[in-house]
């Protein structure tokens, strides 16, 4: 399956710092996204990035890709307290349709 | 413009009841999915309609759950003689265009099986 997992699961930072969080993946894909969840509720879209992109930015945030290693990554930089939220990957196979998300890393940004 | 909406919002019910989830779609939007998320968990893919093609039902996680939808826009989604582990938040969304495109999430449906 092309189910996302990210690492890590938990990650707690001060204001300013730069958050990382990775995800690996197993099958080819179309695109991947990238996705924050506050409080067990809706999903706010962050990025997609497509197969044959290696990087892209989006205000604070930036997302790189790899598929030769099946990887992506997320750097949130300058963080906020209110960047404190679960982060999701969601590779997208080729076939296009349902997204397979992992368990998320659960950032914790302390003022 | 105007977002995925859902309704209710929350719904408590008892076990053995049946309970229907509504979606709104964004307008023109030919995708809509659902998805549950349980308590602490990630999300698990339910079932995916697309234009006028079968839905792809693959995530459905027994024959007690049931989706439609209607004229290509809104989507209930029915779960019959409901079961505490059906207890969940419920998500929707929809996309643009077709399968590969950015997901657009609601606010969720959290269901409550007593």
């Known amino acids: 399956s092309q189910q996302g997992e990210e690492d890590p699961q938990a990650l707690s930072i001060q204001e300013g710092e730069n958050a990382t969080m990775n995800c690996s993946y197993k099958t080819s894909i179309n695109n991947l996204q990238w996705y924050r969840q506050n409080s067990g509720r809706g999903l706010v879209h962050l990025i997609l990035i497509r197969s044959n992109e290696r990087e892209k930015h989006s205000g604070r945030l930036r997302v790189t890709l790899d598929t030769s290693k099946k990887s992506s990554s997320l750097l949130i930089t300058a963080s906020r307290a209110a960047d404190t939220a679960s982060y999701f990957c969601a590779p997208q196979g080729s076939q296009g349709g349902k997204l397979i998300f992992g368990q998320g890393t659960e950032l914790s940004v302390k003022p | ?114």
Request: glycine share 12%.
């Open chain 2, 1 to 114: 413009g105007a977002g995925v909406s859902q309704s209710p919002s929350n719904k408590v019910t008892e076990k053995g009841k049946d309970v229907e989830l509504r979606c709104d779609p964004i307008s023109g939007h030919t995708a809509l999915y659902w998805y549950r998320q349980s308590l602490g968990q990630g999300l698990e893919f339910l079932i995916y309609f697309q234009g006028n093609s079968a839905p792809d039902k693959s995530g459905l996680p027994s024959d007690r759950f049931s989706a439609e939808r209607t004229g290509g826009s809104v989507s209930t989604l029915t779960i019959q003689r409901t079961q505490q582990e059906d207890s969940a938040v419920y998500l929707c969304a929809s996309s643009a265009q077709g399968a590969r495109e950015t997901q657009y999430f609601g606010p969720g449906t959290r269901l409550l099986v007593l």
